[in-house]
Structures are given as C-alpha cells and as structure tokens.
C-alpha cells in the first residue's frame, strides 16, 4: 500500500509541475501576443505621422523635413517587423509549439509589407507642389519673371494629361490595395484578440 501511494504522490506532483508549466507557457504566450498587439499600435502612429508628414511635404514643398521624416519612419518599421519576427521565432520554439501563431504573424507581416510599400507608392504630382520662386527676377515689387513659367504647347499639355491620368490609375490601384491589405490585417488581429481572450479564461 506504501508504494501505491507513494506512486500516486509522484504523479500528482508531476502533473502539478506539468499544469504549472502549461500556466507559465500560457502566460508568456499571452504576454507575447499583447506586446504584439502594442507593436501593431506603434504601427499604426507610424502611419499616422508618415501621412501627416507627406501633407506638410506636399503643401510646403519641405523635401529635407520630409526626407528625415521618412528615415524616421524606416527604422521605425523596421524594428517593429524585428521584433515580430523574433515572436514569431518564439512561437516556433519546441517550447511554445504554437506554429499557429507563427504563421498568424507572418501572415500579418506580409500584409504590413505590401500596405507599406503601397503606401509609399502613393506620391504625389510634380505639378502639384508648390512653386518656390527663389530664383525668379524681380524688375519691380509686386512684379517678376517667373523661371517657372514655359510655353505650353498641345503636346505638352497632352502629355500631363495623359501623365496625370496614369497617376490616379495607379493611385486607384494603390489605395485598393491598401484597403485589401488593411481588411486583412484587421481580420488577423481579430484572430489575435481571440487567441488572448482564450488564453486569459483558462
């Protein structure tokens, strides 16, 4: 009878340890999720200051500010998909097991590198930025010749037409997919949110 329950002492405090360490890996599974959840919300005030910053670019023609504005934005992402791929890794681990979160990630990846390329697709017409008149003549106050200001002929006015018309086709088709890549961003962290409330009722 001795080894009876010393055999069933062993095993409980064997599954004991076991649902512990089931705990422990639910827990940081859930801690990472979150962190990845916050990853995405930096994103997402990336594209906020980059869209912010590309008006301002477009208004005031501030090519510098925007330049730096954008290298900003690079390493930005650039550590967000970092730091993702290092999750993703995780999850891949012998560990987590959780292959299905793995590719849950890359999925959403994936979708993040076509918006942003999509995004950044998106510029705007040359003839849409402001004119700066630095080096323009001026023979009178209020009066001067403008360098800027050319014959327009019918084959140049025929070609911004048709380059104009390429640009919104192009801008069509770069918004469309932006919205394709943003619904299914969305959908995936749907995904995500499901996932961490399963894990926080167990």
């Known amino acids: 009878m001795e080894d009876f329950e010393k055999k069933v002492s062993i095993k409980d405090s064997m599954e004991i340890e076991q649902e512990n360490s089931n705990c422990s890996k639910s827990n940081e599974i859930l801690n990472l999720l979150r962190k990845f959840l916050e990853i995405q919300q930096r994103r997402a005030q990336a594209y906020s200051k980059l869209k912010t910053g590309f008006s301002e670019y477009m208004k005031s023609g501030g090519e510098l500010a925007y330049q730096q504005l954008c ?13 993702v791929l290092e999750m993703e890794s995780l999850f891949l681990n012998p560990d987590y097991c959780r292959v299905d979160l793995a590719e849950l990630l890359r999925a959403i990846q994936t979708q993040e590198k076509q918006k942003l390329h999509l995004v950044l697709k ?14 323009c003549s001026f023979k009178k106050p209020m009066e001067h010749e403008c360098v800027h200001l050319q014959e327009i002929t019918e084959a140049a006015g025929t070609e911004e037409a048709e380059a104009n018309a390429e640009y919104d086709n192009a801008l069509k088709e770069a918004i469309r997919g932006v919205q394709d890549a943003v619904t299914a961003i969305n959908e995936h962290l749907e995904e995500v949110r499901y996932e961490i409330a399963a894990l926080e009722t167990e």
């Open 71 to 83: 290298s900003e934005i690079t390493v930005e992402f650039n550590d967000c998909s970092k730091q």
């Open 122 to 135: 998106k510029a705007g017409r040359p003839s849409e930025r402001l004119v700066n008149h630095e080096n």
